[in-house]
């Protein structure tokens, strides 16, 4: 029985080996180095790769988000310019500006109606101007900001994208690798044929074996029987 037991154990032993040796064979061997096979080294390495366009997926969301954002700010920003004087972007200058006109039609004798009715125009329309120029200054802020969270991305994206390329060099070259590690191979389906018939060889032999050591158990149950009766 304890014959039988280290039969079956180093069959199996066999096997596992068997089996290991096809893999190799199929995968490409294994790297040099490396307790790895080309496959599984391959299958590693489009894993990290994934992982890696994750991230600058993830990345390129955020950045559109960003960038959505920053645009609508600017569009108003662009709209906001339009209707203020080149030289009253703030709301202390239109009151500065307005303070002046109000000093000068004040203290100065008007040529014409039409001269003090001008005057009086633009006054109105700066005051009128007012809220424009207090959000012109309020969306200075976010504008910086979004910029500076942009900027910030993009910079990351940048380096993300260079593993992105290495990474797939990477893979590229294992690849071309393995092709040539197949062109110098004889059949390989054919070698790793041969193994599985090595293989299913050997888990006939432990079948047998345990076929075997079954018999050998019932038999000494049943001389012991026998003896018994």
Same mark, same amino acid.
Request: contains cysteine; aromatic residues 4%.
């Given at each position: 029985? !304890?014959?039988?037991?280290?039969? /079956? @154990? %180093?069959?199996? +032993?066999? #096997? ?6 096809? *893999? ?54 662009r709209q906001i310019l339009k209707l203020l004087p080149n030289d009253c972007s703030s ?22 109606? !039409?001269?003090?009715?001008?005057? /009086? @125009? %633009?006054?109105? +329309?700066? #005051? ?6 207090? *959000? ?6 976010p504008i910086n900001e979004l910029h500076a969270q942009k900027n910030t991305l993009w ?62 158990r019932e038999k000494y149950y049943k001389a012991r029987y026998d003896f018994e009766v």
């Amino acid at each position: 029985m !304890a014959k039988l037991d280290q039969k /079956i @154990k %180093e069959l199996r +032993t066999k #096997k596992e080996d068997l089996h290991q040796k096809r *893999r190799e064979i199929i995968d490409g061997g294994k790297m040099q180095g490396s307790s790895m096979t080309y496959r599984e080294v391959l299958s590693q390495k489009i894993n990290s790769m994934k992982e890696v366009n994750n991230k600058k997926r993830s990345l390129q969301a955020q950045v559109k988000v960003v960038s959505e954002e920053l645009d609508v700010f600017e569009s108003e920003k662009r709209q906001i310019l339009k209707l203020l004087p080149n030289d009253c972007s703030s709301e202390e200058q239109i009151n500065t500006r307005i303070k002046q006109l109000d000093h000068h039609i004040n203290t100065t004798s008007m040529r014409s109606a !039409a001269e003090e009715n001008k005057i /009086i @125009k %633009e006054i109105s +329309t700066l #005051k009128s101007l007012v809220p424009k120029a207090k *959000r012109f200054s309020e969306i200075k802020a976010p504008i910086n900001e979004l910029h500076a969270q942009k900027n910030t991305l993009w910079t990351e994206l940048k380096e993300v994208k260079k593993v992105v390329a290495e990474k797939d060099a990477e893979i590229e070259a294992l690849r071309k690798e393995m092709e040539i590690i197949k062109e110098g191979q004889i059949d390989v389906k054919s070698q790793g044929d041969k193994v599985t018939e090595q293989i299913n060889k050997v888990g006939a032999d432990i079948t047998a074996s345990f076929a075997a050591k079954d018999a050998t158990r019932e038999k000494y149950y049943k001389a012991r029987y026998d003896f018994e009766v």
